[in-house]
């Protein structure tokens, strides 16, 4: 992980490998943006004119590396792009912050230290910077670098993260200042783990070895963790888990994390989809589909690092996580289309198809988790490919039993920088998984087959509690170019939304 700092020192005295410097996009071209006065200045006040020569134009996310004059102690200034200049008496928005950190992160790779001056107004940009920064400096290398030297003798590895970013003008001693970077810190190496499990491949990364995973890190953070596993199970007639997890060799688990405060006056239940590995089942995948089914998981790493990240806080709330942990694999022992599942609940599920598995886990789960009745549920899932055709790669699906909560995690997520959108669930697409044979079955019409799969798990969350779903299908595996802060593969989406809304929930802040 990165180390973060609240520097003393000034830009101008700085010892490291590079200074960040914000650079804004004026009506007449690149315009230094605050925070990087002394910079300019060992320019003799020409760094704008520098950038302009240069091509660089301040819009968002670019980044211009260009050797330091003779006034700084750094070798490199790197000028990242933070868009428009804000108009009058408004600041940057944080998630531009964020952005523009993680960019220069990335573009430091291999460097042990960058001071960062970008514009730091108040605690929230210090979060932003710190937040864009540590999760910009991301790189899953666990997997490389297996001849330690090359032929001349030198290390043939990939390039390791900036190893420490230095935020030079927050305040140290400045108790925001240090909550807001202590937080930050706290909640990108949370979501930073939830990448790794994510990217970690699925031969490594079977349910049994989630557990464990998870196991270990609530002993930890001094959370209690129960994990049941097959025999568990199969005695305590988890039909919906057993179902999809008995095609593989591996077998399922159900991880119940649990996180109390002694002050804490409400309970939040995240459930998370766990497969760990993705064929279809029987129906199964085309080629083209499945090579990056290893991230169907994703869920339950977002509930998981949440809890962690909550422990690791010290939030004035219970959270309770499930992580519904099951590898869906086709094999003469596994589900086949038309079997009835009989579920956790008592329901009954004709399954129409296998490769609509994770409502399956999760509505064993939802069930389990609505017994403790706790005062709100959260689901988080790469549920449906409709999902992604609806919203796209970078945004989630919000859906919910309640329009008020639908509305406060939306806010929430766009606050923190997680792109969202609230979609409905249509009473009419109900009818569609009607099953002559079974209560229901998991598979309704095909178009709407996002708001179809919130509908299945609706009928599992227990009666009275509120509850919401994330289908985070688009967000939550990156396959193109990384951009800002986000990196190729595993992205840890939903954990800064989770995170967000149990501080919300603690400090009765709840819309």
Same mark, same amino acid.
């Given at each position: 992980?990165?180390?973060?700092?609240?520097?003393?020192?000034?830009?101008?005295?700085?010892?490291?490998?590079?200074?960040?410097?914000?650079?804004?996009?004026?009506?007449?071209?690149?315009?230094?943006?605050?925070?990087?006065?002394?910079?300019?200045?060992?320019?003799?006040?020409?760094?704008?004119?520098?950038?302009?020569?240069?091509?660089?134009?301040?819009?968002?996310?670019?980044?211009?590396?260009?050797?330091?004059?003779?006034?700084?102690?750094?070798?490199?200034?790197?000028?990242?792009?933070?868009?428009?200049?804000?108009?009058?008496?408004?600041?940057?928005?944080?998630?531009?912050?964020?952005?523009?950190?993680?960019?220069?992160?990335?573009?430091?790779?291999?460097?042990?230290?960058?001071?960062?001056?970008?514009?730091?107004?108040?605690?929230?940009?210090?979060?932003?910077?710190?937040?864009?920064?540590?999760?910009?400096?991301?790189?899953?290398?666990?997997?490389?670098?297996?001849?330690?030297?090359?032929?001349?003798?030198?290390?043939?590895?990939?390039?390791?993260?900036?190893?420490?970013? @230095?935020?030079?003008?927050?305040?140290?001693?400045?108790?925001?200042?240090? !909550? #807001? +970077?202590?937080? $930050?810190? &706290? =909640? %990108? /190496?949370?979501?930073?783990?939830?990448?790794?499990?994510?990217?970690?491949?699925?031969?490594?990364?079977?349910?049994?070895?989630?557990?464990?995973?998870?196991?270990?890190?609530?002993?930890?953070?001094?959370?209690?963790?129960?994990?049941?596993?097959?025999?568990?199970?199969?005695?305590?007639?988890?039909?919906?888990?057993?179902?999809?997890?008995?095609?593989?060799?591996?077998?399922?688990?159900?991880?119940?994390?649990?996180?109390?405060?002694?002050?804490?006056?409400?309970?939040?239940?995240?459930?998370?989809?766990?497969?760990?590995?993705?064929?279809?089942?029987?129906?199964?995948?085309? @080629?083209?589909?499945?090579?990056?089914?290893?991230?169907?998981?994703?869920? !339950? #790493? +977002?509930?998981? $690092?949440? &809890? =962690? %990240? /909550?422990?690791?806080?010290?939030?004035?709330?219970?959270?309770?996580?499930?992580?519904?942990?099951?590898?869906?694999?086709?094999?003469?022992?596994?589900?086949?289309?038309?079997?009835?599942?009989?579920?956790?609940?008592?329901?009954?599920?004709?399954?129409?198809?296998?490769?609509?598995?994770?409502?399956?886990?999760?509505?064993?789960?939802?069930?389990?988790?609505?017994?403790?009745?706790?005062?709100?549920?959260?689901?988080?899932?790469?549920?449906?490919?409709?999902?992604?055709?609806?919203?796209?790669?970078?945004?989630?699906?919000?859906?919910?039993?309640?329009?008020?909560?639908?509305?406060?995690?939306?806010?929430?997520?766009?606050?923190?920088?997680?792109?969202?959108?609230?979609?409905?669930?249509?009473?009419?697409?109900?009818?569609?998984?009607?099953?002559?044979?079974?209560?229901?079955?998991?598979?309704?019409?095909?178009?709407?087959?996002?708001?179809?799969?919130?509908?299945?798990?609706?009928?599992?969350?227990?009666?009275?509690?509120?509850?919401?779903?994330?289908?985070?299908?688009?967000?939550?595996?990156?396959?193109?170019?990384?951009?800002?802060?986000?990196?190729?593969?595993?992205?840890?989406?939903?954990?800064?939304?989770?995170?967000?809304?149990?501080?919300?929930?603690?400090?009765?802040?709840?819309?």
């Amino acid at each position: 992980m990165t180390a973060l700092t609240l520097s003393t020192a000034g830009a101008a005295t700085l010892r490291a490998d590079a200074l960040v410097v914000g650079v804004a996009k004026g009506p007449k071209g690149a315009i230094v943006a605050a925070g990087a006065e002394a910079v300019d200045k060992a320019f003799d006040g020409k760094l704008a004119g520098v950038l302009d020569a240069l091509g660089a134009s301040g819009a968002e996310g670019e980044v211009t590396k260009l050797p330091a004059p003779a006034g700084l102690k750094v070798p490199v200034v790197l000028a990242v792009g933070l868009g428009p200049v804000p108009e009058k008496d408004e600041s940057f928005d944080e998630e531009v912050l964020r952005r523009a950190a993680g960019a220069a992160a990335r573009a430091l790779h291999g460097s042990k230290k960058a001071g960062f001056a970008l514009p730091l107004e108040d605690a929230s940009a210090v979060t932003a910077v710190a937040e864009g920064a540590l999760l910009g400096a991301y790189a899953f290398t666990a997997y490389q670098g297996g001849e330690k030297k090359a032929g001349n003798g030198k290390d043939s590895g990939p390039k390791q993260p900036l190893a420490e970013v @230095a935020l030079l003008g927050a305040k140290p001693r400045d108790k925001e200042h240090k !909550a #807001a +970077a202590e937080r $930050a810190a &706290v =909640v %990108a /190496a949370e979501v930073n783990v939830a990448r790794d499990l994510v990217n970690t491949p699925p031969n490594d990364l079977t349910p049994e070895a989630f557990a464990a995973v998870a196991s270990a890190a609530a002993k930890e953070n001094g959370i209690k963790v129960q994990v049941l596993d097959e025999k568990a199970l199969v005695k305590g007639a988890y039909g919906g888990i057993m179902g999809v997890g008995k095609g593989s060799e591996n077998p399922p688990r159900l991880v119940k994390l649990t996180y109390t405060h002694p002050k804490a006056e409400k309970t939040l239940a995240f459930v998370g989809k766990g497969i760990t590995y993705d064929s279809g089942g029987i129906s199964l995948k085309p @080629a083209g589909h499945n090579e990056t089914m290893k991230c169907d998981m994703a869920g !339950a #790493a +977002a509930v998981f $690092a949440s &809890v =962690v %990240a /909550a422990a690791k806080l010290g939030l004035k709330v219970n959270v309770t996580g499930w992580l519904a942990l099951a590898e869906n694999m086709p094999s003469g022992s596994a589900t086949k289309p038309g079997d009835v599942l009989r579920m956790y609940s008592g329901k009954t599920v004709e399954v129409l198809n296998t490769d609509a598995e994770g409502r399956l886990v999760l509505g064993d789960a939802l069930t389990k988790a609505s017994e403790e009745n706790p005062d709100a549920i959260v689901d988080v899932a790469t549920l449906t490919g409709a999902m992604v055709l609806a919203l796209g790669d970078r945004t989630f699906g919000i859906m919910a039993n309640d329009d008020a909560f639908r509305t406060s995690i939306h806010e929430i997520a766009e606050e923190v920088g997680e792109s969202s959108w609230p979609m409905p669930l249509p009473a009419e697409l109900r009818k569609t998984m009607d099953s002559p044979t079974a209560d229901i079955a998991n598979m309704g019409v095909r178009m709407g087959g996002g708001l179809v799969a919130g509908l299945f798990l609706q009928e599992f969350v227990g009666e009275g509690i509120t509850w919401a779903h994330l289908d985070i299908a688009g967000p939550a595996f990156h396959e193109g170019a990384p951009h800002g802060y986000t990196p190729k593969g595993g992205t840890g989406s939903a954990v800064r939304t989770l995170v967000r809304l149990a501080e919300r929930t603690a400090t009765g802040d709840l819309g």
